[in-house]
Nanobody, 117 residues
Framework: QVQLVESGGGLVQPGGSLRLSCTAS????????MGWYRQAPGKQRELVAV???????NYADSVKGRFTISRDNAKNTVYLQMNSLKPEDTAVYYC???????????WGQGTQVTVSS
């Protein structure tokens, strides 16, 4: 079992920055693919960024060049650095831990990000 706790959300003006953190406990963090997803009101949850156990990264086209995902296996933590934020980035952001070989798929409780002037 993996427990995920997100932090770092909040209210920021357009063009501003935020860094989200997600700390995992309860299992072997380094073996998991870690991802950030988001869900805006009235919309489906969508992938924002993902980082594999080997460090490979993928991003949604809408955030490429603005967001950066990273992980610190020593701290069991994955980060999402968000720069040049836009109002359309407003959503609840969820951390995800996935390990397909053992059918593990865990979610955090979500953290609200609001981009508004």
């Amino acid at each position: 079992q993996v427990q995920l706790v997100e932090s770092g959300g909040g209210l920021v003006q357009p063009g501003g920055s935020l860094r989200l953190s997600c700390t995992a406990s309860g299992s072997i963090f380094r073996l998991y693919t870690m991802g950030w997803y988001r869900q805006a009101p009235g919309k489906q949850r969508e992938l924002v960024a993902v980082i594999g156990s080997g460090g490979s990264m993928n991003y949604a086209d809408s955030v490429k060049g603005r967001f950066t995902i990273s992980r610190d296996n020593a701290k069991n933590t994955v980060y999402l650095q968000m720069n040049s934020l836009k109002p359309e980035d407003t959503a609840v952001y969820y951390c995800n831990a996935k390990r397909i070989t053992v059918q593990h798929n865990y979610w955090g409780q979500g953290t609200q990000v609001t981009v508004s002037s």
